[in-house]
């Protein structure tokens, strides 16, 4: 049933006393805000002076590697942005008790309540600004996202949905501009000490790119694009004009991201009219980006807020000297000892997964820099060694170069068998043909039905030899692809398949729309993605195929089961058994 809390209910979570608040339009409802991972719902402290958010995750989500991830970036609540740091976790150990009672309440983290809008709720509700109000809150995002740019971490989903602005709830005449923004929906958060998340971020509609690798989606310049679009939306939200042309929850359209539509000139002309040509060129880099590190950093959008007329000359003067505090000498020092880290842990990277030309070209950019005496004699050692390291993996390549055109020959050679299978098939089709166009009035010696008998199974024959052809020459050209290649191919259709999904899961079901079977056809189409990836990357056989299938017509379904009656198991097995002896129909 999982976490059905009353209003008002009482909880003792790690010794303090906290009741479930209600909806503010619904008092006789709890207050929850349903999110990717989980739903997050309101308490109040026993005196009602505090509150406190709980995120209750679905099980989907529930790790314990959360209690470590909630200590490490706990550390980074003073941040400008990140006041939902601030946070802790029911553990079995401190919160007995109340597992024993809630056990969906395991792992489930309290942090700081944000009061506001989120950005996506703007959007929705079209909510004009002023400009003044659109200066102050893209300049508080860029504040907050230069302080966790400098200190090496990413938010590592940021969309309109996890960018919440108090400096328009209830309390935002006394909220600090420097509070203006906060960032929610932490738990993929990436820095160099923590570990990589189970379920790795993809980038949220609107704001994932459709260019960057996947791979680039959890790690420091993961919010760069995402935090362009943003920036740029909030600059727009003070023209009328704006809103007329939003998509929905987001001014883009999921797959308008990096294309050059009538969405994307408007948006570029309105900023361009209004804010000017450096913070046009700023977003046109990061659209046109086709590597997160090609797009501006953050402390190049905060220079050129701080030079835009905000509203009045005393925000402006405000403006720019928070910009030359922040990005003043030291500031300055720190970016650069952050991006030669960066570049130091990507070089190691590379090092790590075999890519050694790439690590020693990012070796060499760093010695360019004129780093320390030891830092220098460090890298030249690494580069004597990844030269050597470079000479075995060339000699090794020829081998593999060597018995793969050995592999490709003989794949060529059953080709040109089935080919020749395939064209005399063909001339025996027409030399039949040829015979019964000459027998004319003779007397045939077999019957006309026996002849075009025959000739729709040569017919048949030459069909099946050229499907066969078609397919040996897909196998070819996907065997020839470098396994880096299938796996980004594959990720790439598997996010477009389960887009697909989403959508079909939203449809609202009509006379002549059923959401199920929409739902069934994607996920049927994202399992033959997946499947033909494994048989053509790994070269299973029938056989295993088969095994793969069986194996998933009783995990999945079982799984269903259990989570709604667990007898149902039961009779499930005894009907599904034969498929796994071998004595059913697959």
């Known amino acids: 049933m999982g976490f059905q809390p009353e209003v008002n209910a009482p909880l003792i979570i790690n010794g303090q006393r906290f009741a479930i608040g209600q909806h503010p339009n619904a008092p006789t409802i709890p207050y929850g805000q349903e999110g990717r991972q989980g739903t997050v719902y309101l308490l109040h402290s026993e005196d009602r002076r505090r509150k406190k958010a709980m995120k209750v995750f679905r099980s989907k989500f529930v790790n314990p590697s959360l209690v470590y991830h909630t200590q490490q970036i706990a550390k980074f609540s003073g941040v400008e942005g990140l006041l939902a740091c601030e946070r802790f976790i029911v553990t079995p150990q401190n919160n007995t008790e109340l597992l024993r009672e809630e056990p969906d309440l395991l792992y489930a983290v309290v942090m700081s309540w944000i009061e506001g809008p989120t950005w996506m709720d703007m959007l929705l509700n079209k909510q004009k600004l002023t400009r003044r109000q659109s200066h102050s809150a893209a300049y508080a995002l860029a504040q907050a996202l230069v302080a966790m740019e400098q200190r090496g971490l990413s938010h590592g989903d940021l969309s309109a949905p996890n960018v919440m602005l108090p400096m328009f709830g209830e309390r935002g005449a006394s909220v600090r501009p420097i509070d203006y923004v906060q960032l929610i929906d932490l738990e993929q958060m990436y820095a160099s000490h923590l570990e990589r998340p189970e379920h790795l971020p993809v980038g949220s509609p609107g704001y994932a790119s459709q260019r960057h690798p996947l791979t680039q989606m959890w790690g420091p310049y993961s919010d760069r694009f995402a935090g362009a679009v943003l920036l740029t939306e909030m600059l727009g939200a003070c023209l009328d004009s704006f809103f007329d042309s939003t998509w929905g929850e987001s001014y883009f359209a999921p797959e308008e991201t990096q294309s050059y539509g009538e969405r994307y000139a408007r948006l570029v002309e309105f900023i361009r009219s209004e804010w000017g040509e450096a913070i046009v060129s700023l977003f046109i880099r990061a659209w046109d980006s086709n590597e997160l590190s090609q797009c501006p950093t953050f402390g190049e959008w905060m220079i050129e807020l701080a030079k835009t007329e905000s509203g009045s000359k005393t925000s402006r003067i405000a403006a720019s ?46 010695l360019q820099r004129n780093p320390n005496a030891n830092l220098a004699k460090e890298i030249a050692i690494a580069l004597e060694s990844l030269t050597a390291k470079q000479d075995i993996k060339q000699n090794e390549s020829r081998e593999r170069n060597r018995r793969r055109f050995s592999s490709m020959r003989r794949i060529a050679t059953i080709s040109a068998i089935v080919g020749c299978l395939g064209i005399g ?5 027409g030399s039949i043909k040829d015979f019964i166009n000459k027998a004319g009035s003779s007397q045939p010696s077999v019957s006309v039905d026996e002849l075009k008998l025959k000739v729709a199974n040569l017919e048949a ?3 099946d030899k050229n499907a066969q052809i078609k397919e040996m020459k897909k196998q070819i050209e996907h065997l ?14 598997l996010s477009q398949d389960y887009e697909q999904i989403r959508k079909a899961a939203e449809t609202k079901a009509d006379s002549r729309t059923d959401p199920s079977q929409l739902v069934f056809e994607a996920s049927q189409s994202y399992m033959n993605h997946l499947h033909n990836y494994l048989i053509g990357t790994y070269q299973w056989d029938s056989h295993f195929v088969e095994q793969l299938k069986a194996v998933e017509g009783y995990y999945y ?22 498929h796994l002896t071998g004595r059913g129909s697959k």
Do not use: C, T, W
């Open 480 to 493: 020839s692809k470098p396994l880096s290649q299938k796996q980004e191919d594959m990720l790439m259709q």
């Open 557 to 578: 379904p079982f799984m269903y089961n259990h989570n709604r009656n667990a007898q149902l198991n039961i009779r499930f097995f005894n009907d599904y058994k034969d």
């Open 461 to 463: 024959d030459v069909a």
């Open 425 to 429: 098939g063909y001339f025996a089709f």
């Open 321 to 366: 000297a928070a910009a030359i505090s922040a990005i003043g000498s030291g500031a300055k020092e720190e970016m650069a000892a952050a991006a030669q880290e960066g570049q130091l842990k990507r070089a190691r990277q590379y090092e790590s997964k075999g890519k050694y030309l790439e690590a020693m070209d990012v070796y060499r950019s760093i």
